[in-house]
């Protein structure tokens, strides 16, 4: 079964750039039909899927985060990475990497996790 | 985007309970709906795929059905490790949407 793993700094300043990391185990990033997600959930509220890159490097963006976000995959390290530009406080949120294991599938396995403070 | 609007927004049970959650999708999403649980300070676990597929290693005492706009998640006896919160989640068209949660507490 394929692992997630996030990392990256937990607090950026507002108007940053914040950069997070997910370390894939159990399985090639390149594997067929794989969509590797970003999720994330502000502190006491619902999850919003932010964006995916698939097994062929192709990407899709909520287009509520669309003009900040570059979702990137690194097949050397088996990893794929989040950068989301010019970061406000109402960015603040607990940012998971999850797996699609088939096109419009459910999101099958998740990382733990990692929170994200935007502050001065 | 589709709005997925689930209810009740919380809920009080008694374990051996019967609980049913609602979700319903703004349009039509086949079976593209999926259930998921999530404990405080942990990672969603799914739980229901193609809105009635048990996953594998989830007690049978979960189950979902469905289709169109429409679904339901079912415990059918509410056990002390299910108070948690439950999100159903579409994947019939990107943006993929989630619901806002319901809450299942002790009573």
């Known amino acids: 079964q394929v692992q997630l793993q996030e990392s990256g700094p937990g607090l950026v300043k507002p108007s940053q750039t914040l950069s997070l990391i997910c370390n894939v185990s159990?399985?090639?990033?390149?594997?067929?039909?794989?969509?590797w997600s970003w999720i994330r959930q502000p502190p006491g509220k619902g999850l919003e899927w932010v964006g995916y890159i698939s097994y062929s490097g192709s990407t899709y963006y909520n287009p509520s985060l669309k003009s900040r976000i570059t979702i990137s995959v690194d097949t050397s390290k088996n990893q794929f990475s989040l950068k989301l530009s010019s970061v406000t406080a109402a960015d603040t949120a607990v940012y998971s990497c999850?797996?699609?294991?088939?096109?419009?599938?459910?999101?099958?396995?998740w990382g733990p996790g990692t929170l994200v403070t935007v502050s001065s | 985007d589709i709005q997925m609007t689930q209810s009740p927004s919380s809920l009080s049970a008694f374990v051996g309970d019967r609980v049913t959650i609602t979700c319903r999708a703004s349009q039509s999403i086949s079976s593209y709906l999926h259930w998921y649980q999530q404990k405080p300070g942990k990672a969603p676990k799914l739980l229901i795929y193609?809105?009635?597929s048990l996953q594998s290693g989830v007690p049978s005492r979960f189950s979902g059905s469905g289709s169109g706009t429409d679904f339901t998640l079912t415990i059918s006896s509410l056990q002390p490790e299910d108070f948690a919160t439950y999100y159903c989640?579409?994947?019939?068209?990107?943006?993929?949407?989630f619901g806002q949660g319901t809450k299942v507490e002790t009573k």
């Open positions: 193609a809105a009635s």
């Open positions: 999850a797996v699609t294991i088939a096109a419009a599938g459910p999101f099958d396995s």
């Open positions: 159990g399985g090639s990033i390149s594997s067929g039909d794989y969509y």
């Open positions: 989640q579409q994947s019939y068209i990107t943006p993929w949407t």
